[in-house]
């Protein structure tokens, strides 16, 4: 990454291409987000819930509470 701190770099950073870049990259996540909520049978974001998530990883699911999904029980 660009360290703001370092004016060499900062001179460096395209701000108008890097803000375009950043707002595709968001658009995109948003997308995927909803492709994901409907899958969920849900027709908005914020209809997420807990008990939508699982994950693979025993220490996430242990420190967060959310359901395991692995083959093995925990």
């Known amino acids: 990454g660009i360290a703001t701190q370092k004016s060499h770099l900062r001179a460096r950073l395209e701000i108008e291409k890097s803000?375009?870049?950043?707002?595709r990259f968001l658009e995109s996540a948003v997308e995927l987000m909803q492709?994901?909520?409907r899958a969920c049978g849900h027709d908005h974001l914020?209809?997420?819930?807990k008990?939508?998530?699982?994950?693979l990883d025993r220490d996430m699911a242990y420190l967060t509470g959310i359901e395991y999904a692995g083959v093995t029980p925990l």
Do not use: G, I, M
Not at 19 to 23: D, I, R, V, Y
Not at 46 to 49: G, L
């Open 19 to 23: 803000a375009e870049q950043l707002a």
């Open 51 to 55: 008990r939508d998530l699982v994950t």
């Open 46 to 49: 914020n209809k997420f819930e």
């Open 35 to 37: 492709v994901l909520a």
